[in-house]
């Protein structure tokens, strides 16, 4: 069955940066596009990031645009997001996902902002 165990985030000030991974197993990672969302109490999971199977298509939500990007190593079953120049606003949860798929998610990893 699909997999997704994140590490990575914590706590930062703003303007900081931080790195989450996402290691993925039970399925054809090579094959899958993946995706990044964020979640703050209350509101609805956000869409963060998405990256193609071989990285010809990637998209940043405006919001984060220019501080944030995502990659992969297909060889290593894993997906990345890098943050950096990060706000208050980013404080969220983060959740990795494979694209199409809204049933699995990683178990989420708590990114906290503040000064």
């Known amino acids: 069955q699909v997999q997704l165990v994140q590490s990575g985030g914590g706590e930062v000030q703003p303007g900081g940066s931080l790195r989450l991974s996402c290691k993925a197993s039970g399925f054809t990672f090579s094959s899958k596009g993946m995706k990044w969302y964020r979640q703050v109490p209350g509101k609805e999971r956000e869409f963060v990031a998405t990256i193609s199977a071989h990285e010809d298509f990637v998209r940043v939500a405006d919001s984060v645009k220019g501080r944030f990007s995502i990659s992969r190593d297909n060889l290593q079953s894993t997906v990345y997001l890098q943050m950096n120049s990060l706000k208050p606003e980013a404080t969220a949860t983060y959740y990795c996902?494979?694209?199409?798929?809204?049933?699995?998610w990683g178990q989420g990893t708590q990114v906290t902002v503040s000064s």
């Open positions: 996902g494979v694209w199409g798929d809204d049933e699995n």
